[in-house]
């Protein structure tokens, strides 16, 4: 099974949720060869709660995953933390949502969760733990206490970071300090715009319908990931391609998007 483990359903945080551009969205993922997709749009998107409404309204859910057209679609979120960073959570959308709602009063710059207070969060809701670009240089994770950084479940190997920072320097960062911290590193497109799936991706060696079913093929090393050649093609046309939708909408760049041009 082919899966993305680090993908938006909206083009940005300000944009509404749009279920054509969503449609688009797992048109595009299938036509790549994706089975499976986590939905880990940023928490303190607007209208987050509404967003998996409107899922709720379009495809059926199973308990585990929404089933889009026979791709398999498991709930999540991305997560920034007081310290800097940013973590993503995939687990059961009841769980999912229940931990949103704690964050309520967390979802604005300086009033950031605590690193160790979003791991106790997750665990306590049974949620996957997965560490966003770490080596991202608006939001790394690498600076932090290892003690915490073991309790993640893998890391993000980002097909943003890959592109800003070449295949062979990348790898040569995450892999090295994954191993030391005996946490696996996972795929992650990091996509907003339908372009880039397929950039890189999770192949894992059987189906997987649970989260903890893929927690654990990830754990036992049952996957191989793949790197498209065209990454860099894929990731710079996604990356014109958002940011000339977000001048037709009006929005300005964020940060993080001035830094991946």
């Known amino acids: 099974m082919n899966i993305d483990l680090h993908t938006h359903g909206k083009l940005s945080k300000k944009s509404a949720f749009s279920p054509d551009y969503f449609r688009e969205m797992m048109l595009e993922a299938k036509a790549n060869g994706l089975q499976a ?7 303190n998107t607007s209208n987050f709660f509404d967003m998996y409404a ?5 495809y059926p859910y199973n308990g585990h995953y929404y089933d889009v057209d026979g791709l398999k679609l498991f709930p999540g979120m991305e997560v920034d933390i007081f310290e800097t960073g940013h973590i993503l959570l995939i687990g059961l959308k009841e769980n999912i949502l229940a931990v949103r709602t704690l964050l309520s009063e967390h979802t604005s710059e300086g009033h950031f969760v605590p690193f160790s207070n979003l791991l106790d969060l997750a665990d306590s809701h049974d949620l996957w733990k997965i560490g966003a670009h770490p080596f991202r240089s608006s939001t790394p994770l690498h600076h932090l206490d290892p003690k915490l950084l073991k309790r993640l ?6 097909a943003k970071d890959i592109y800003m920072q070449g295949t062979e320097a990348y790898t040569q960062l995450i892999m090295p300090f994954a191993e030391k911290l005996d946490v696996p590193v996972i795929a992650g497109s990091d996509s907003h715009q339908c372009l880039q799936y397929g950039s890189v991706l999770n192949r894992l060696h059987d189906s997987c319908s649970t989260v903890e079913e893929l927690k654990q093929a990830i754990r036992q090393g049952s996957y191989e990931i793949e790197i498209s050649p ?18 037709l909408l009006g929005e300005a760049p964020s940060r993080e998007e001035a830094e991946t041009e």
């Open 37 to 43: 997709l986590a939905l880990t749009e940023h928490f």
């Open 54 to 58: 409107t899922l709720d309204s379009m």
């Open 153 to 158: 479940d893998a890391f993000d190997l980002n």
């Open 230 to 247: 065209c990454l860099e093609t894929k990731v710079k046309a996604s990356v014109m391609m958002k940011k000339l939708l977000k001048q």
